[in-house]
């Protein structure tokens, strides 16, 4: 994603640590992007973290006020651990759904973490929506496939 102007007065917009909107340095405007399909707030920035899945940079984004980063080739998440829950309760308070079963070759496939590249776990979610997540105990990361945040936010 290319850096983008300011609708007010056409400066470039920063992405500030921990803000999940863009300022403007000139006049001050708070930008806050559209979420796309997905319910995520793309704000663009290039981030060090590489998307296990397709070998891209994976950039800044936001869910609900919660920074992650995100692929915009292949739409999957990288947040830290606990920001699933986080969401869950913020989101979705009172839903309460019956696991789907989830797919067992989906537990047999191997992703490096996007950070220290050790080999992730790939473990089935204890929580609703029946998904499979793969965490980096060592760098606190979680790692979500398109669709698994809506599997696991979706109210029945």
């Known amino acids: 994603m290319d850096a983008m102007n300011c609708p007010k007065c056409g400066g470039p917009l920063q992405l500030d640590e921990g803000k999940d909107y863009l300022v403007c340095p000139y006049c001050t405007t708070m930008h806050f992007p559209d979420p796309n399909a997905d319910g995520v707030r793309v704000l663009g920035g290039e981030s060090a973290d590489v998307c296990p899945l397709c070998k891209v940079p994976l950039v800044h984004a936001a869910v609900a006020g919660r920074r992650l980063l995100y692929c915009e080739r292949c739409r999957g998440m990288l947040m830290p651990m606990g920001a699933l829950v986080t969401l869950i309760d913020t989101v979705a308070p009172t839903a309460r759904r019956l696991p789907r079963p ?12 996007p950070r220290c590249r050790r080999l992730m776990d790939t473990h089935l979610y204890a929580g609703p929506g029946g ?8 760098c606190n990361l979680d790692w979500l496939d398109y669709g698994e945040l809506r599997l696991v ?4």
């Open 102 to 113: 989830a797919d067992p070759k989906s537990l047999e496939r191997k992703l490096h973490c």
């Open 131 to 138: 998904i499979v997540i793969d965490s980096c105990s060592g």
């Open 153 to 156: 936010l979706r109210r029945e």
